[in-house]
């Protein structure tokens, strides 16, 4: 028996020998004149002298009674409340998932024993994500929960919740639940979740009108026909999912957030009327009209991206915007942002933009991006000092000397276009990233003072003096593949250097690496090199790219031993050309190697 309710029997019992010594008088001494002759006591009295008297008692529950000075009860009567109340039930409850019950137990702070109904009736919320929870069988007996944590376990079945009235926030999400009709008749739900699932069906949630924040996404929903009165609605979130008809949306004039990303959504023509919407995400769909936009003028964020958009007039009027995604659509002209004056970022890669003078004015961009486009002009972006990311790749560009001004760039991707002259560059000092590679660079001696680079890319270009790049000790990527270098003695102080890549050019001396000990990849494949010993102390290294040289002893690999299960060397040939390696490599270092875990690629008999 629970041993609270025990203490209280034994109480009760004691309180019911007490009236008995009042009623008799023989134990405690006469009793009191106001004994009337029908057996009736004065409880006040009655506990009076159950301080003065000691005695055992039987068991029993509890009684409800106001104990004061006007209230009497009789000694049958007494007695027959102590018996029935002793006769009622207790209700233990069983959790047959473990998990499940070791995060009810420490809820209720019961570590051991019998959990009773009773011990759940304090529980108002209840925390048990990613406790690898599969049967949730015993919540139903926690009436008074409002809020519920089960996201990131592997539920399926939650019926057990089907008569928790009292809830108002349930997390579900990231679990393996495809029927949701145990939610139909929870009315008080203002917050719901249940993205990452298998639901395809939310009919049920048609009467849960006091919702006010609904994540569905990453489900296999197509018809949200069911949420059609859900009026009170300010967050929905159904990206990910299999809609193509958002009608039902078309009243939601409560809304500031919608996210309906990754669906199939041809028609936006319900958005319409939404005009407190502050964030709407219609991103990978298969919109070419964007007319209904026209009037949200309270939006501060808008993704259209991946869609088959190419006139964007509609978002003229959307001066509160900060953030616009209008990446990889059939776009040209871009007039329309003109007057966009409040944009930081603006996303317009992919498409098919020539001329982007409309930028001009953006003085609050701190992003840009243009990259994939047809662009050879861009000194329109020479007054735009407040960005701190410019991506241009896969242009026309030439001409970059409208960069010089701004300062404030810290990445920077001028990849793949047709720039010989980087000078411009010179006075980016707060620049962390900067990508040109496969342009037509031959001088990099304006990087030499980018000190604060950590990733520069130059692969592809026509570089052969790389000593620009001496003092770039915070660098931790430097790619310089593909270019016409054969003196690499300006990487040795870059000690902080994790990632090197020096293939295809015309090195055979690699001394200069030997000091790079916090390198992991390492790439020198398709040079003149004969000799690895400088790698022996680079026992940081997870990879390392060596075919196509002219190694044949391969022992400074096993003598580094850094080099260890689960790295990767790579020593085979291309097209039957280099590393003529030796009968004791073959037959000997490579196995060694092997034998520790690493993976080699070698062409040996």
Same mark, same amino acid.
């Given at each position: 028996?629970?041993?609270?309710?025990?203490?209280?029997?034994?109480?009760?019992?004691?309180?019911?020998?007490?009236?008995?010594?009042?009623?008799?008088?023989?134990?405690?001494?006469?009793?009191?004149?106001?004994?009337?002759?029908?057996?009736?006591?004065?409880?006040?009295? =009655?506990?009076?002298?159950?301080?003065?008297?000691?005695?055992?008692? *039987?068991?029993?529950?509890? #009684?409800?009674?106001?104990?004061?000075?006007?209230?009497?009860?009789?000694?049958?009567?007494?007695?027959?409340?102590?018996?029935?109340?002793?006769?009622?039930?207790?209700?233990?409850?069983?959790?047959?998932?473990?998990?499940?019950?070791?995060?009810?137990?420490?809820?209720?702070?019961?570590?051991?024993? @019998?959990?009773?109904? *009773?011990?759940?009736?304090?529980?108002?919320?209840?925390?048990?994500?990613?406790?690898?929870?599969?049967?949730?069988?015993?919540?139903?007996?926690?009436?008074?929960?409002?809020?519920?944590?089960?996201?990131?376990?592997?539920?399926?079945?939650?019926?057990?919740?089907?008569?928790?009235?009292?809830?108002?926030?349930?997390?579900?999400?990231?679990?393996?639940?495809?029927?949701?009709?145990?939610? =139909?008749?929870?009315?008080?739900?203002?917050?719901?979740?249940?993205?990452?699932?298998?639901?395809?069906?939310?009919?049920?949630?048609?009467?849960?009108?006091?919702? $006010?924040?609904?994540?569905?996404?990453?489900?296999?929903?197509?018809?949200?026909?069911?949420?059609?009165?859900?009026?009170?609605?300010?967050?929905?979130? #159904?990206?990910?999912?299999?809609?193509?008809?958002?009608?039902?949306?078309?009243?939601?004039?409560?809304?500031?957030?919608?996210?309906?990303?990754?669906?199939?959504?041809?028609?936006?023509?319900?958005?319409?009327?939404?005009?407190?919407?502050?964030?709407?995400?219609?991103?990978?769909?298969?919109?070419?009209?964007?007319?209904?936009?026209?009037?949200?003028?309270?939006?501060?964020?808008?993704?259209?991206?991946?869609?088959?958009?190419?006139?964007? *007039? =509609?978002?003229?009027?959307?001066?509160?915007?900060?953030?616009?995604?209008?990446?990889?659509?059939?776009?040209? %002209?871009?007039?329309?942002?003109?007057?966009?004056?409040?944009?930081?970022?603006?996303?317009?890669?992919?498409?098919?933009?020539?001329?982007?003078?409309?930028?001009?004015?953006?003085?609050?961009?701190?992003?840009?991006?243009?990259?994939?486009?047809?662009?050879?002009?861009?000194?329109? /972006?020479?007054?735009?000092?407040?960005?701190?990311?410019?991506?241009?790749?896969?242009?026309?560009?030439? %001409?970059?000397?409208?960069?010089?001004?701004?300062?404030?760039?810290?990445?920077? %991707?001028?990849?793949?276009?047709?720039?010989?002259?980087?000078?411009?560059?010179?006075?980016? $000092?707060?620049?962390?990233?900067?990508?040109?590679?496969?342009?037509?660079?031959?001088?990099?001696?304006?990087?030499?003072?980018?000190?604060?680079?950590?990733?520069?890319?130059?692969?592809?270009?026509?570089?052969? @003096?790389?000593?620009? /790049?001496?003092?770039?000790?915070?660098?931790?990527?430097?790619?310089?593949?593909?270019?016409?270098?054969?003196?690499?003695?300006?990487?040795?102080?870059?000690?902080?250097?994790?990632?090197?890549?020096?293939?295809?050019?015309?090195?055979?001396?690699?001394?200069?690496?030997?000091? #790079?000990?916090?390198?992991?990849?390492? @790439?020198?494949?398709?040079?003149?090199?004969? @000799?690895?010993?400088?790698?022996?102390?680079?026992?940081?290294?997870?990879?390392?790219?060596?075919?196509?040289?002219?190694?044949?002893?391969?022992?400074?690999?096993?003598?580094?031993?850094?080099?260890?299960?689960?790295? *990767?060397?790579?020593?085979?040939?291309?097209?039957?050309?280099?590393?003529?390696?030796?009968?004791?490599?073959?037959?000997?270092?490579?196995?060694?190697?092997?034998?520790?875990?690493?993976?080699?690629?070698?062409?040996?008999?």
């Amino acid at each position: 028996m629970h041993r609270k309710r025990r203490r209280f029997i034994n109480w009760l019992a004691f309180l019911m020998f007490g009236i008995a010594v009042f009623a008799g008088g023989n134990v405690c001494g006469a009793a009191p004149g106001n004994v009337d002759g029908l057996g009736e006591v004065d409880l006040k009295d =009655a506990i009076l002298t159950l301080q003065v008297c000691t005695g055992s008692a *039987s068991t029993g529950v509890v #009684l409800d009674a106001d104990v004061n000075g006007d209230k009497t009860i009789g000694l049958e009567e007494a007695v027959y409340i102590l018996k029935s109340l002793s006769d009622i039930p207790v209700q233990v409850v069983n959790f047959p998932d473990a998990n499940l019950e070791a995060v009810i137990r420490t809820a209720i702070n019961k570590p051991s024993g @019998d959990i009773l109904a *009773s011990d759940l009736q304090g529980l108002t919320s209840l925390f048990a994500t990613s406790k690898g929870i599969s049967n949730i069988d015993g919540l139903q007996y926690c009436t008074n929960l409002t809020t519920l944590w089960l996201y990131d376990n592997q539920i399926n079945d939650i019926s057990a919740l089907a008569g928790l009235t009292n809830l108002t926030d349930i997390y579900l999400h990231d679990n393996q639940i495809n029927d949701i009709s145990a939610l =139909a008749g929870l009315t008080n739900l203002t917050s719901l979740s249940l993205y990452g699932n298998q639901i395809s069906d939310i009919s049920a949630l048609a009467g849960l009108t006091n919702l $006010t924040s609904l994540s569905l996404y990453g489900n296999q929903i197509s018809d949200i026909s069911a949420l059609a009165g859900l009026t009170n609605l300010t967050d929905i979130y #159904l990206y990910s999912n299999q809609i193509n008809d958002i009608s039902a949306l078309a009243g939601f004039t409560n809304l500031t957030r919608l996210n309906l990303s990754g669906n199939q959504i041809s028609n936006i023509s319900a958005v319409a009327g939404l005009t407190n919407l502050t964030r709407l995400d219609l991103d990978g769909n298969q919109i070419s009209n964007i007319s209904a936009v026209a009037g949200l003028t309270n939006l501060t964020r808008l993704d259209l991206s991946w869609n088959q958009i190419s006139d964007i *007039s =509609a978002v003229a009027g959307l001066t509160n915007l900060t953030n616009l995604y209008l990446d990889s659509n059939q776009i040209s %002209d871009i007039s329309a942002v003109a007057g966009l004056t409040n944009l930081t970022n603006l996303y317009l890669y992919g498409n098919q933009i020539s001329d982007i003078s409309a930028v001009a004015g953006l003085t609050n961009l701190t992003g840009l991006y243009l990259s994939v486009n047809q662009i050879s002009n861009i000194s329109a /972006v020479a007054g735009l000092t407040n960005l701190t990311e410019l991506y241009l790749r896969e242009n026309q560009i030439s %001409d970059i000397s409208a960069l010089a001004d701004l300062t404030n760039l810290t990445w920077l %991707d001028l990849s793949s276009n047709q720039i010989s002259n980087i000078s411009a560059v010179a006075g980016l $000092t707060n620049l962390i990233s900067i990508n040109l590679h496969e342009n037509q660079i031959s001088d990099i001696s304006a990087v030499a003072g980018l000190t604060n680079l950590k990733g520069l890319y130059l692969y592809s270009n026509q570089i052969s @003096d790389i000593s620009a /790049v001496a003092g770039l000790t915070n660098l931790t990527r430097l790619h310089l593949d593909y270019n016409q270098i054969s003196n690499i003695s300006a990487v040795a102080g870059l000690t902080n250097l994790t990632w090197l890549y020096l293939n295809n050019n015309q090195i055979s001396n690699i001394s200069a690496v030997a000091g #790079l000990t916090n390198l992991t990849n390492l @790439d020198l494949d398709s040079n003149q090199i004969s @000799d690895i010993s400088a790698v022996v102390g680079l026992t940081n290294l997870t990879s390392i790219y060596l075919y196509s040289n002219q190694i044949s002893d391969i022992k400074p690999l096993v003598d580094n031993s850094g080099i260890n299960s689960g790295d *990767s060397v790579v020593l085979y040939r291309i097209d039957y050309v280099g590393n003529p390696l030796s009968i004791t490599s073959c037959l000997n270092y490579i196995p060694q190697l092997q034998n520790r875990g690493v993976t080699v690629s070698h062409d040996c008999p």
